[in-house]
Structures are given as C-alpha cells and as structure tokens.
C-alpha cells in the first residue's frame, strides 16, 4: 500500500509519488501545485506556487495584512471564522511558518508578534486551534463586538457586502440608422458619378470640356 501525504497547498491527499518538497519552504506539495525553478526552468528543482509567486514578484511590508483584510471582511457576517492553514496560505499568498504547523505558541494572541498582530488589529483573536488537522477557529473579539473603537474600518468593511455584484451591461451594437447628413451625402455622390456620365458624349467632339471651376457639384443643403 502505497504511502499518502497531503499537499499544503491545495489539501489533496495523494501517493508520495505524486508529491515533491519545494526547494525553497522545503514542505511537500502535489505536482500540480508545483512549478521548476523559474530562473532556470530545472525540471529537478521544484517550487511550490506560493514560492514560485515569491520568487517572481517579492512581496514589501507585511504579509499578513491580507489576514487582517480578510478578517475585517469577514466582521461584517460572523463572530466565528474557522479557516484551514492551507486556506490561510491562500490568503496571505504565501505559505505559514513551519512553527504555525509545530506549535500552538505561534498562534497566541500577542502583539508581540506581526502575525497575532494581523487578526488582533482586525477585531480578531484566536480560539482554537488544532495543529492536527491543521485549522485555526478565529472569534472576534469581545470589544470589537461592543465598543466602537473601529467604527470607521467596521463600517467600511460592513458595506462591502450590502453592495451586490451586478454585471456590467452587455455592450449590444444596435444597428443605428445612417444620419440624414450621410445619405445626402452618398444622394449627392451619387448624383454627381450619373452627371459625370450624362455629361462625358457631350465632351466628345467638337466641345471644349469645362473647367474644373465651372463645373458645380450637386451638394446637399444641410452640412
Ligand atoms: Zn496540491
Ligand atoms: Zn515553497
């Protein structure tokens, strides 16, 4: 029986053979969420997508202030967020300390660390968390819930969701009519090609042609 393993990217449960270490976070991911080094495009140096995405385009600042955006966000509907290492990963784009995987310290509420920072700034504390299965259940804080000390942010982030998406219109070509200025113009081309013709027998023979000059043009009134 072969030996199984989960990515830490997208949580499928795979055969090892299917799995690889990312050479850079060092931790297992399937091939699918897998790219060769970008610089060199070695086949034998693989990276999991958050580091690949690291490694294009480097990050500045804080990466966890995706979480506190999230977290904010998600104010707006409920006390309680439970959320999976991996989705976390998927939120701050990038992949969670191996000590978030080790240790139930990292996820203390302190604001001694930029991490805990990220969730108590929000409104947020941890309430559980469980290394296991690889989740942690955020519950907002009790003053959050009562005082108003982020009215301005939880407003802000309460009225995203009232907002419903509606989809831009359909861009639809209605086939408009020519403008009366146009078809007196193609009237007026049209009456000139028939004189031009009427009047070339006559330029035959003995006639002298007109001057450019003389000859006048059909216009149309309106311009
Ligand atoms: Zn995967
Ligand atoms: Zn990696």
Redesign the pocket.
């Known amino acids: 029986m072969p030996i199984k393993d989960e990515?830490k990217?997208?949580?499928?449960v795979l055969p090892v053979g299917y799995l690889r270490r990312c050479q850079r976070c060092g931790k297992t991911?399937?091939l699918?969420?897998m790219v060769p080094d970008v610089a060199t495009g070695d086949i034998r140096r693989l990276f999991c997508l958050n580091c690949a995405r690291k490694m294009v385009s480097p990050k500045t600042g804080n990466k966890y202030e995706a979480l506190t955006h999230y977290l904010r966000f998600r104010s707006a509907f409920t006390d309680t967020v439970r959320l999976s290492f991996a989705q976390i990963d998927g939120i701050i784009g990038d992949n969670l300390p191996l000590e978030a995987y080790r240790s139930t310290e990292w996820w203390k509420n302190t604001l001694a660390t930029a991490h805990a920072r990220a969730w108590l700034n929000a409104g947020w504390e941890t309430a559980e968390v469980n290394l296991k299965e690889a989740y942690v259940v955020f519950q907002k804080t009790k003053t959050q819930q009562v005082s108003g000390e982020h009215e301005k942010t939880r407003k802000k982030a309460s009225q995203q969701p009232t907002k419903p998406y509606t989809p831009p219109p359909a861009r639809i070509y209605a086939k408009r009519k020519p403008s009366k200025t146009k078809i007196a113009k193609l009237y007026a081309r049209l009456k000139n090609i028939e004189r031009a013709k009427a009047s070339q027998p006559k330029l035959r023979g003995t006639f002298k042609p007109k001057p450019a000059h003389e000859k006048r043009l059909f216009k149309p009134k309106s311009e």
């Not at 990217?9 to 499928?12: D, M, Q, V, Y």
């Open positions: 990515c990217l997208c949580g499928r991911f399937c699918d969420c």
